[in-house]
C-alpha cells in the first residue's frame, strides 16, 4: 500500500477567512480547492514540512501555527496521514507562487465536496459553532 504524509496550512485571518487554493488541472483530485501544504519528506517534522511547503507554495513563513486535527485515510491502495496546522500567524502575503488559484474565503463559505474526501472533515470541524 502506498503511503503518503501530508502537512497542510489553515491560514486564518483576523477576519475569520481562510486561504484556499485551486488544485492544477493535471494533477490528481484536478480543480478541487485545498488548504495548502504537500508531502512530508523522509527528515522532517510535519510542522518542519508545514514551514517549507507554506513558503514553497504560496510565499509565506509561517510564524505561529497549531496542530488542528490529525486524519488517516485509505482508498484503493492508498494510505495517507493528513496533518492540519491552524496558522495565524505568518510574514509575507500569500499568493499562488506555483500558478495556481488563490483566495480568502469565509469558513461559512466553504463547501466541504469541493474539496478532496479526506478533507471534508476539517471543513466541517472549522463550520462548526
Excluded: C
Excluded at 15 to 21: A, H, L, N, R
Amino acid at each position: 500500500m502506498k503511503q503518503l504524509k501530508i502537512a497542510a496550512g489553515i491560514i486564518r485571518n483576523p477576519q475569520g477567512e481562510v486561504f484556499i487554493t485551486r488544485r492544477p488541472a493535471d494533477v490528481h483530485m484536478a480543480n478541487k480547492l485545498e488548504f495548502p501544504g504537500g508531502k512530508i519528506e523522509a527528515d522532517e517534522t510535519p510542522e518542519q514540512a508545514l514551514v517549507r511547503e507554506l513558503e514553497e507554495e504560496i510565499g509565506i513563513t509561517a510564524t505561529s501555527f497549531s496542530r488542528y486535527e490529525t486524519i488517516v485515510w485509505e482508498k484503493d491502495g492508498l494510505h495517507i496521514t493528513l496533518w492540519f496546522f491552524m496558522v495565524d500567524g505568518w510574514q509575507g502575503e500569500p499568493w499562488g507562487r506555483e500558478g495556481q488559484q488563490g483566495q480568502w474565503i469565509a469558513v461559512n463559505e466553504l463547501v466541504a465536496s469541493e474539496f478532496p474526501p479526506a478533507n471534508e472533515p476539517v471543513v466541517k470541524k472549522l463550520q462548526q459553532p
